[in-house]
Structure formats: C-alpha cells, structure tokens
C-alpha cells in the first residue's frame, strides 16, 4: 500500500506560484509514475501533469506554466505552479501508477492509476 501526502497548497494572487509537494512511503518510489490532478467546484476531475522515468505530459491549460518533477531520493513529486490564473482554483491530488514493464504511458483514464492522495486545496484570487 502507497500512501500519499500532498502539501503547499494555499490562497495566492493571480499571477504568482506554488509549488506543490506530495511525499509518498509505503513502497519504491522509482518504481512509479506520478501524477498530478485537479477539481474544481462544480466539475470534474481533470489530468495536469505526470512524469515517468523519462517523459513529462501536461495538460494543454497548464503547459508552459505549471512544471513537474521527482525527487527519488525524497519519494517526493512537485508540481511548480507559475503565472496562476483565476481557472487554477481547484483542489489538487497527487496519484500514484506502478509500472508495468519498461515502458509506461499515459492512458488518460483515471483508472490507470493506482492511488491517490487526499488533495490540498489551491485558491486563485484576483
């Protein structure tokens, strides 16, 4: 069992950054894939970012501004959020996906994914 503890959220001005962390235990965090959602009030659950061993993915809205990355060291992944918006808002979640083999991808189905964090809330204002 994995389990995953996200942290940093918080209120902050449009414009300004964040930077997310979710430190997992309970298993080897090299041998997973992490990734990053969000839900905003009112809508779905919706992908932001993940990374692999290799490869980083974000979703179209977040690209060029928010930024992911690993420490494995620390089992720790970030999620670096820059130039926020009003749209940001949302409680972010930190999921974990084991991976299968030696190749992973992004499915875009939540049910890749194999645990979940509790989420910590981020509050974009004007």
């Known amino acids: 069992q994995v389990q995953l503890v996200e942290s940093g959220g918080g209120l902050v001005e449009a414009g300004g950054s964040l930077r997310l962390s979710c430190e997992t235990s309970?298993?080897?965090?090299?041998?997973?894939?992490m990734g990053w959602f969000r839900q905003a009030p009112g809508k779905e659950r919706e992908f932001v970012a993940a990374?692999?061993?290799?490869?980083?993915y974000y979703a179209d809205s977040v690209k060029g501004r928010f930024a992911i990355s690993r420490d494995n060291a620390k089992s720790t992944v970030y999620l670096q959020m820059n130039k926020l918006k009003l749209e940001d808002t949302a409680v972010y979640y930190c999921?974990?996906?084991?991976?299968?083999?030696?190749?992973?991808?992004?499915?875009?189905?939540?049910?890749?994914?194999?645990?979940w964090g509790q989420g910590t809330q981020v509050t974009v204002a004007s």
């Open positions: 999921a974990a996906d084991y991976v299968r083999g030696s190749v992973w991808g992004l499915t875009g189905h939540d049910d890749q994914w194999d645990y």
């Open positions: 309970g298993d080897t965090f090299s041998s997973y894939a």
């Open positions: 990374i692999s061993w290799s490869r980083t």
